[in-house]
């Protein structure tokens, strides 16, 4: 799995538009681009995931640049409940993929 | 709520002790696997089951070893704990043990073990 960086912490306010940053400049073609989530004392959770496309879905959205360089994961309208710490992991899939490498994240705090 | 459940929820053993902890894969996952969580750190691969094999191991030593049942659930055990083995411990299912683009795993909500 390629390697990503991220912002070690990240502030938001309630009811504003979370941009959380992630760096995969090694990138390979057939890699995809994963984010989870982890609130406090639970397992990591499923956000969204894409390979070129921009996408969306009922939690966020996915900005991958041109180049697959880099990715913003957006929250639309942050809430209280969107505070955790925010994994990219830049991935493959098909035969043999059977883990998620995990980095340290970002942790994002939704501001009241 | 992803339906993958671990038990127990705590543990504490003291070093030198063996432990057990225990998966419940999502209704129709056949594929377990179980990841390391230090405090402060992401998740680390341990091992993955899929169909009561091993199928691929991480950075682990032998001492960490695993089981998956015929109804696919699954234990983690550890022997000869040593204090870095303080973490919380996960377990993910998924439906197929390589991954197509649009499968994901899921994980239970883990297992803190205290090595003390």
């Known amino acids: 799995d390629a390697k990503t960086t991220q912002p070690t912490s990240m502030d938001c306010a309630e009811g504003r538009a979370a941009n959380l940053p992630c760096n995969h400049s090694t990138i390979s073609g057939n890699e995809y681009v994963y984010w989870y989530r982890q609130i406090h004392s639970q397992g990591p959770q499923y956000i969204i995931h894409g390979l070129k496309n921009n996408e969306t879905n009922e939690m966020a959205s996915l900005i991958i640049t041109e180049d697959r360089k880099s990715s913003t994961l957006i929250l639309p309208h942050a809430t209280l409940r969107d505070t955790a710490v925010y994994y990219c992991i830049a991935s493959y899939s098909g035969a043999g993929s059977y883990q998620l490498t995990f980095g340290k994240g970002t942790k994002l705090s939704v501001i009241p | ?116």
């Open chain 2, 1 to 116: 709520e992803t339906g993958v459940t671990q038990s127990p929820t705590h543990l504490i053993k003291t070093r030198g002790q063996q432990v057990t902890l225990r998966c419940s894969s999502q209704s129709g996952h056949n594929t377990v696997s179980w990841y390391q969580q230090a405090l402060g750190q992401g998740p680390q691969f341990i091992f993955q089951y899929y169909r009561e094999e091993e199928n691929g191991r991480g950075n682990f030593p032998p001492r960490f070893s695993g089981l998956q049942f015929p109804n696919y659930s699954s234990e983690l055990n550890v022997n000869a704990l040593e204090l870095d083995d303080s973490a919380l411990y996960l377990c993910a299912s998924s439906p197929r043990p390589d991954r197509g683009p649009a499968d994901t795993q899921y994980f239970g909500p883990g297992t803190r073990l205290t090595v003390l």
